[in-house]
């Protein structure tokens, strides 16, 4: 017996409805960067490893998916290496390729690489699958899309404004209420300076992003794993903890900080985007969250990070402003600010609310109903026309019991049928009947695509 075929843990397949709703959230992100001057750009699946490995942090690098060399992989590969425990240095000799782990990466690759090409600031936005070797659960994938929007060669706070107002504006257009929380590594340094642990700011950083997962308690004892000492701990409990309006929180920040250099400047930029964008009609809340870290590391200034309100999902958009990304491609010096809509996530809050349009559900909005060879060759002009004046339009294929054409109909959400038999064809006509309504219209090509278009 034919073994069952599967598809690995954390990815998944997608039907012809699933898919159309896919499409709605990308159109829809898609539209809003184009309204903001974002170009479209595409990079392979696989990078190089050393493309991929040392830029997403020591939890990042061990969960990129990687790629055996074609060929022998092992003919180079000794036996005391085979044997050694540790399987990232024999992963770096018989790989040389990875999955990409985020698009933001590949972006400063590709940025590096075209430089001569590009006019700077440049705007570009990406919508293309990731892949990470996480551990699957409820709204985390192994396979999922990323749709990235980047603006690289600009220190300009008002690029952080841009890219937060088109967060409000896709998330409107989806009507998913949602919170917009902000913060600024340079703050998270400063805090880091200011309780004397400035040499564990990444330790800091990774323990406090968990803090709305695993509890305030446990981030206190991850601090302390990783050489935080009980004084340290102790004055960093009232930072992550701070209550109030964006403004307060601001106040007794600088307050807090006012020793450390970088923290105040962190707490300048973030006056800054909120100030400007209270002048804008936003939508959504932004809200200060000092527990904000965003685990990774080439983040320098602003991050973003999108939570719905209405539905658990975790985060569904994030970004930030990083100085210096391309550096490591050795182009240093070049500023960027980016943000990444999490599409699989969307996709998920969208159905737990029903929040997608009716009309997503189906894309054909005329079947044609197939009664022989003489009903179908009358029927195949109109089809053409319907088509031509822009309506999804198909024909069935075989002249079977006009019972499964109807059920085909109705399986597919179409919501007009057209039939025509003797009578129709001999006034040059078809009957147009509504699948909702079951109203049934006799007209001519034109009269019947006119009464299509005026319902959609």
């Known amino acids: 017996m034919a073994q069952k075929p599967t598809i690995p843990k954390g990815t998944r397949d997608f039907s012809p409805i699933e898919m159309a709703k896919r499409n709605y959230i990308f159109n829809t992100i898609r539209e809003v960067y184009a309204l903001h001057g974002f170009k479209q750009i595409e990079t392979p699946a696989m990078e190089t490893l050393q493309t991929l490995m040392g830029k997403y942090g020591e939890e990042g690098d061990k969960l990129l998916f990687k790629i055996l060399n074609s060929g022998n992989y ?26 990409r782990y985020d698009l933001t990466v590949p972006f400063a690759r590709y940025v590096v690489m075209h430089r001569e090409e590009l006019q700077l600031p440049f705007k570009r936005y990406q919508i293309q699958p990731v892949w990470r070797a996480d551990r699957p659960q409820k709204g985390r994938y192994r396979e999922f899309y990323q749709c990235d929007a980047d603006i690289v060669g600009s220190d300009s706070l008002l690029n952080e404004v841009e890219l937060l107002q088109i967060i409000d504006n896709v998330f409107q257009r989806f009507g998913i209420r949602v919170k917009i929380l902000i913060n600024n590594r340079k703050i998270l340094t400063g805090i880091a300076e200011t309780i004397g642990a400035a040499e564990k700011i990444t330790d800091i950083t990774v323990a406090i992003d968990k803090f709305d997962k695993i509890g305030i308690d446990n981030v206190n004892l991850e601090l302390k794993e990783k050489g935080l000492t009980d004084s340290q701990i102790e004055k960093l409990q009232p930072i992550i903890t701070l209550q109030g309006s964006n403004e307060e929180k601001l106040n007794v920040l600088s307050e807090v900080l006012s020793v450390s250099k970088t923290g105040l400047k962190g707490i300048e930029e973030t006056c800054y985007i909120l100030n400007a964008l209270n002048g804008l009609e936003m939508g959504n809340e932004v809200s200060l969250d000092l527990t904000l870290a965003r685990g990774l590391n080439y983040y320098t200034g602003a991050i973003f990070e999108v939570k719905a309100l209405d539905t658990p999902m975790g985060s569904i958009t994030g970004g930030g402003r990083y100085d210096n990304l391309t550096g490591i491609f050795g182009m240093p010096g070049l500023s960027g600010v980016g943000i990444s809509f999490g599409a ?9 609310l029903d929040l997608y349009p009716k009309e997503t559900a189906s894309q054909t909005q005329l079947l044609f109903i197939n009664f022989g060879d003489k009903e179908a060759m009358h029927m195949l002009p109109i089809v053409a026309k ?34 025509a038999g003797e009578n129709e064809i001999s006034q040059g006509k078809a009957t147009l009947k509504d699948m909702v309504t079951g109203e049934q219209l006799l007209l001519t090509p034109d009269e019947l695509i006119e009464k299509v278009k005026n319902t959609k």
């Open 386 to 419: 319907a088509r031509q004046a822009g309506i999804s339009a198909e024909i069935y294929p075989d002249a079977v019991k006009m019972k499964k054409q109807m059920s085909y109909a109705n399986a597919n959400n179409i919501p007009f049928v057209v039939l």
């Open 344 to 352: 699989d996530r969307i996709y998920d809050v969208l159905n737990a």
């Open 74 to 99: 092992l003919s180079k590969v000794s036996q005391e290496e085979l044997q050694n425990p540790d399987t990232l240095h024999l992963a770096a000799r018989i790989c040389e390729k990875g999955l």
